[in-house]
């Protein structure tokens, strides 16, 4: 029998007892023949308690990112933001925790197990603190353990540079050291075990008619992750489908079928839409009196790609400049995480282009529905588009894809939106 990965959320292993409960599932695969590696997040809400910790120690709760201006809008704090290494420090505390006290509760079974954080299994990533992309793994030294019949139990999230510098995925970045560890050792399956019994045509906490879906593949379960469903972290989804590592998604506290993540089975994904979601925190900046020639788009985006501000939804307009001439406005929308980084890297991108003016806005959401069936179907975008307009909600922005439709409404209307949609493409069950 072969390995098998198994991945326990923040909420699953938030107290003793419940890892107690997550380790019969370790059991049983151990007791099947497999070879079981275990991934950890923090307990409970401990990585969000180490944020505030972060935000505290730098300049108060709550002011890493944002501040009241005079009007009362929320805008960003110019230059904000405790130091990025420092942050990855405190915050791999908490997988270490988690790590312990789970192989505790193995051994007190009678399973040997022994915890490793990033640094000893070799979790190499580049060095973007915070959100490090992982390049490459010793499998070595958990195969040894393997071998010695233990379960080793690994903390998820964390990683280090070839440096020695500690480092962060992103949050639910634990998901993708399970796939990738799982692709890494050649793994049957990487099994994701979480506070919902699957994969949702939407979010059961915002839309409470929403259906477990039983398949989806990695194509569309990407773009949902990529959109906001939060269940499975966007590149553990990348790296299931690059390795081909089968990922299903389970309950952690309750038995059930789960849903499976996939390579696309032909005639499986025949219905249009998949499921919706929703990203509920996006900032638009907008960038006025731009020269208008040719060079300045790519001026702007090659400065904030350097930074690694993730950009979405762009606009660019062409307006006449009153003087006879014309200036281009060029707006997109960007991640609030990403916000704090924004104003030095603005001021430097219209240094670079020869003039024009920065505006950052927050409180939008963006409601999407994906599907493989997408592509075929260009009703999918009008009955979307009717659903809001019934709703009464306005649209700032839409774009399209093969696979998805996406639209940018305000955050107020955002969940409201979501639920629209859901009911408009009859994905609710019961
Ligand atoms: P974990 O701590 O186990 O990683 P997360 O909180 O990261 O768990 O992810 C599970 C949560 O994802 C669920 O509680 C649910 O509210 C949310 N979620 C968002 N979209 C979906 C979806 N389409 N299907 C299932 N859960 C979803
Ligand atoms: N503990 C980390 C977080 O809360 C990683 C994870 O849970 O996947 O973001
Ligand atoms: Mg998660």
Redesign the pocket.
């Known amino acids: 029998m072969g390995i098998v990965v198994q991945k326990f ?4 292993v938030a107290d003793v007892e419940r890892m107690r409960r997550c380790s019969r599932w370790v059991m049983r695969a151990v007791d099947a023949g497999h070879r079981v590696v275990v991934v950890v ?1 923090a307990m409970g809400k401990a990585t969000d308690r180490l944020v505030e910790l972060a935000e505290e120690a730098w300049s108060g709760p709550g002011t890493m990112a944002f501040e009241r201006g005079e009007g009362g809008e929320v805008r960003v704090k110019p230059g904000s933001g405790p130091p990025r290494r420092e942050v990855d420090m405190l915050l791999s505390t908490g997988e270490q925790v988690s790590i312990a006290a789970m192989s505790i509760v193995l051994e007190a079974q009678g399973q040997p197990a022994i915890s490793f954080t990033g640094r000893q299994i070799g979790m190499t990533t580049d060095a973007s603190h915070t959100r490090a992309r992982i390049e490459s793994i010793d499998a070595g030294a958990i195969r040894k353990q393997l071998d010695a019949g233990r379960v080793v139990v690994v903390a998820g999230f964390q990683g280090v540079t070839p440096e020695g510098e500690i480092t962060t995925l992103g949050r ?1 970045g ?2 993708t050291t399970a796939v990738a560890l799982a692709a890494a050792l050649g793994a049957e399956a990487c099994e994701i075990y ?3 019994d ?8 915002i839309v409470p008619n929403a259906r477990r879906i039983d398949w989806i593949s990695y194509e569309a379960m990407l773009e ?1 992750a990529a959109l906001g ?3 499975m972290h966007p590149r553990a989804v990348q790296f299931g489908a690059r390795y081909g590592v089968p990922i299903l998604v389970l309950h952690s506290q309750q038995e059930g079928p789960g849903t499976l993540i996939s390579e696309r089975i032909e005639g499986m994904e025949k219905i249009e839409v998949a ?1 919706v ?1 929703i990203k509920a925190d996006l900032g638009r900046v907008t960038l006025t009196g731009l020269p208008n020639k040719p060079g300045v788009a790519a001026a702007i985006f090659a400065m904030l790609a350097d930074h690694q501000i993730l950009v979405d939804d762009i606009i660019q307009t062409v307006v006449p400049n009153g003087e006879g001439g014309s200036a281009v406005t060029v707006s997109f929308t960007v991640e609030h995480s990403d916000l704090a980084d924004l104003p030095p890297v603005m001021d430097k991108v219209l240094e670079a282009v020869g003039g024009g003016k920065s505006t950052i806005d927050v409180g939008f959401s963006k409601v999407s529905a994906v599907g493989v069936g997408i592509r075929s179907h260009a009703a999918v975008a009008a009955v979307m588009f009717r659903a809001l307009a019934d709703a009464g909600i306005n649209i700032a922005n839409i774009t399209t894809s093969e696979i998805k439709v996406c639209t940018i409404v305000e955050k107020a209307d955002g969940e409201r939106a979501l639920r629209a949609i859901h009911d408009a493409f009859g994905l609710g069950g019961g």
């Open positions: 959320g923040g909420s699953s997040s639910g634990s998901d979480t506070d919902v699957g994969v949702y045509t939407a979010d059961p906490r949902m469903a939060k269940v499921g979601a």
